[in-house]
T-cell receptor, first 111, second 115 residues
Framework: AQSVAQPEDQVNVAEGNPLTVKCTYS??????LFWYVQYPNRGLQFLLK??????LVKGSYGFEAEFNKSQTSFHLKKPSALVSDSALYFC?????????FGAGTRLFVKA | DGGITQSPKYLFRKEGQNVTLSCEQN?????MYWYRQDPGQGLRLIYY???????QKGDIAEGYSVSREKKESFPLTVTSAQKNPTAFYLC??????????????FGPGTRLTVL
């Protein structure tokens, strides 16, 4: 069965510094990987996805993610964090007709 | 959240009562999904539907029921058989369920609390 792990419950970063939110995955075939963001009491918003091709995927709000097949990772990154980036981030992998979500990582960006 | 609406935003249920959560989409998507979100557990799939008049159980379907009579609507009923229904419920849709690369689009959620 496919799975996804987010090893950090929380990430703290100062505004203006680069941020990384980690994700590792386990799949039996070609991975379809996604990142979503959730603000308090809201639904999830799509940030980016990896399907095939270039290992560096660019998404919304200046976020990007690097697909690393040898390390089975799909870390989310941003060169310069904003206070408004503070939210809950979910990594997800597609398994057949279902999407498997990680437990989420809460990002705090301090001014 | 655009294109998918959920109502109500907050819902309170008494013990032994059935309640229905509404989900409507105007994106012309074939596939629709219901998830339950609990703190620290991510999202868990309750039911999904790839096409009108067809739906499948997800990982935690016990105590829940759904219908898909119209393409744009996928209501979820939380029955009295669901022993711990207090949670945040999210509805999502995707253009076509069989395309694994499709992005899911989420509604704003309904917070259900058992009194």
């Amino acid at each position: 069965a496919q799975s996804v792990a987010q090893p950090e419950d929380q990430v703290n970063v100062a505004e203006g510094n680069p941020l990384t939110v980690k994700c590792t995955y386990s799949v039996s075939g070609n991975p379809y990987l996604f990142w979503y963001v959730q603000y308090p009491n809201r639904g999830l918003q799509f940030l980016l996805k990896y399907i095939t091709g270039d290992n560096l995927v660019k998404g919304s709000y200046g976020f990007e993610a690097e697909f690393n097949k040898s390390q089975t990772s799909f870390h989310l990154k941003k060169p310069s964090a904003l206070v408004s980036d503070s939210a809950l981030y979910f990594c997800a992998v597609r398994e057949s007709f279902k999407t498997i979500f990680g437990a989420g990582t809460r990002l705090f960006v301090k001014a | 959240d655009g294109g998918i609406t959920q109502s109500p935003k907050y819902l309170f249920r008494k013990e032994g009562q059935n309640v229905t959560l509404s989900c409507e989409q105007n994106l012309n998507h074939d596939a629709m999904y219901w998830y339950r979100q609990d703190p620290g557990q991510g999202l868990r799939l309750i039911y999904y539907s790839q096409i009108v008049n067809d739906f499948q159980k997800g990982d935690i379907a016990e105590g829940y029921s759904v219908s898909r009579e119209k393409k744009e609507s996928f209501p979820l009923t939380v029955t009295s058989a669901q022993k711990n229904p207090t949670a945040f419920y999210l509805c999502a849709s995707a253009p076509e369920g069989r395309r694994f690369a499709d992005t899911q689009y989420f509604g704003p959620g309904t917070r259900l609390t058992v009194l």
